[in-house]
């Protein structure tokens, strides 16, 4: 029987960082556009709100799109 490697515990860190990362940079992004926006439009933190909602539907729908979708070789 093979021994466990070292790297076995860690192997899918790097995936979780990259899914975080990927989340909270949406929610940044929009952040700052929908600041930028309340800032044009005169408005109090209307859009910002909306923009971190929607970045982080967005951020979601990127980790969906790398890790989510199973590859099927049937075509289904």
Do not use: H, N, Q
């Not at 990927?22 to 700052?32: D, H, K, Q, R, Y």
């Not at 970045?55 to 989510?68: D, H």
């Amino acid at each position: 029987m093979a021994e466990p490697r070292r790297d076995d515990a860690w192997r899918g860190v790097g995936t979780g960082w990259t899914i975080t990362s990927t989340l909270i940079a949406g929610m940044a992004v929009g952040g700052v556009v929908g600041y930028l926006v309340d800032r044009v439009a005169g408005t109090e933190k209307v859009f910002t709100a909306v923009g971190v909602v929607l970045g982080a539907a967005a951020g979601i729908y990127l980790v969906y799109l790398k890790y989510g979708k199973e590859d099927r070789e049937d075509g289904a």
